[in-house]
């Protein structure tokens, strides 16, 4: 079983940057798709970014593109999230999960494992 531990949250003003990381344990995130949800109170859990086990191939929300940047190292058994020019609607909590599926998925019930999530809090 993974077990998956997100950090780097917090509070930032508008059009600042912060960067996420989700470090695994337990077994390795290799042959598994990362994907980084957002929570956001009264709003449906939504996939924000992925990227697939050998980080060849990514997928963005529209609302994020060209803002937010999925890596991995799988070295270092960690995934981040690097999240440029945040706007107050970037704001919520946010979830590491792994699964084997592919990127274009965004269902959440298509991944198996998931953290427990670090908050973000964008201020305008």
């Known amino acids: 079983q993974v077990q998956l531990l997100e950090s780097g949250g917090g509070l930032v003003q508008a059009g600042g940057s912060l960067r996420l990381s989700c470090v695994a344990s337990g077994r390795t995130l290799t042959g598994y798709t990362i994907g980084w949800f957002r929570q956001a109170p009264g709003k449906e859990r939504e996939l924000v970014a992925a990227?697939?086990?050998?980080?060849?191939?990514?997928n963005y929300a529209d609302s994020v593109k060209g803002r937010f940047t999925i890596s991995r190292d799988n070295a270092k058994n960690t995934v981040y999230l690097q999240m440029n020019s945040l706007k107050p609607e970037d704001t919520g909590v946010y979830l590491c999960a792994s699964g084997r599926v592919a990127t274009v998925i965004s269902r959440s019930g298509a991944y198996s494992y998931w953290g427990q999530g670090t908050q973000v809090t964008v201020s305008s």
């Open positions: 990227i697939s086990s050998g980080g060849g191939n990514r």
